[in-house]
């Protein structure tokens, strides 16, 4: 299996399927998810201590953002071949960083050998009204905060050894604070960890819908802009590399004006069916190409 079976396969058997699981409160639901990051497959060379803590934390606040949700707490399991004493400071410094950020406070954890860097944590939070992933409508706007490509172009950094700027690409910051100012406007909700392409694709089965989106609304990240050598690299940075955990989300027309003042970019509207790109004067179809774990 990858990993869209196993999930597929999972979704049967258990309540997943959202950003979050949600816990049904009295005055608030809470809200719990939970991710696991390792050497090999997302911390490339010259990713730096810090990185990794501010990353590994942000990455589980993102889903918390994604369910308009208010960060409360974390906790860490941190597994390495050894403990380093400098790098355990760096990292712990950087996850304290991206929880003042988020709202949250590290709680407690574990420690263990590994065979490599791995890392898991665990997030906390809270939302009267959770957004959930259902809910979308045709004729609605789709619209994404922030812009995108940040890690595509992180990743092309510490290839060619600009580290210094990679790292401060992989520090991204979790949306929080936007993540519930836009909860009572959004229909539904998710945040951007397997790239623009899959996550619509993704929306549109949870909804039975379709989507439409505009190539030039499409707001790029800096990097990208700077280091792709063509509109097709453009579009395989910003669309498909994934793990910019921005939200995206839908919500009716009316909300237009709001979604302005937000900072949020519309990119396109909620159709009947068929994920698909307006390029120039073509409609052409969005595949379901992503980041796959």
């Known amino acids: 299996m990858d990993e869209t079976e196993a999930l597929a396969w999972l979704q049967d058997r258990m309540p997943v399927g959202d950003d979050c699981f949600v816990l049904e409160g009295k005055e608030a639901d809470q809200l719990l998810t939970t991710d696991m990051l390792h050497r090999s497959a997302d911390f490339p060379t010259g990713i730096t201590s810090y990185t990794i803590g501010w990353r590994s934390v942000a990455v589980s606040l993102s889903d918390i953002a994604a369910m308009g949700g208010e960060a409360e707490a974390v ?7 050894e403990f380093d004493g400098e790098g355990l400071k760096d990292f712990v410094a ?36 959770p957004v959930t992933r259902n809910g979308a409508y045709p004729g609605e706007l789709v619209a994404v905060t922030g812009d995108l490509g940040r890690t595509a172009a992180g990743l092309r ?33 998710m945040d951007i960890s397997d790239g623009l392409a899959r996550s619509l694709h993704q929306l549109a089965r949870k909804n039975d819908v379709g989507f439409r989106i505009t190539e030039n609304k499409i707001p790029y990240s800096r990097g990208v802009e700077e280091l792709a050598e063509s509109a097709t690299e453009k579009e395989e940075m ?56």
């Open 157 to 189: 950094l510490f290839e060619s050894g600009e580290t210094e700027r990679a790292n401060e690409l992989f520090r991204f910051e979790p949306r929080i604070e936007l993540g519930r100012e836009l909860a009572p406007m959004a229909s539904s909700m």
């Open 75 to 81: 906790v860490i399991a941190y597994g390495a071949p």
């Open 94 to 129: 950087g996850a304290e960083a991206a929880c003042e950020i988020g709202g949250a406070r590290i709680v407690g954890g574990d420690l263990d050998r590994h065979d490599e860097l791995t890392v898991v944590t665990t997030a906390l939070g809270r939302a009267e009204a």
């Open 238 to 293: 910003g669309l498909f590399t994934g793990e910019d955990f921005e939200l995206l989300f839908t919500t009716p027309e009316a909300n237009e004006f709001e979604l302005a003042k937000s900072g949020a970019t519309v990119i396109g509207r909620v159709t009947e069916e068929d994920v698909e790109m307006v390029r120039g004067r073509e409609v052409v179809p969005l595949e379901d190409q992503g980041y796959v774990h």
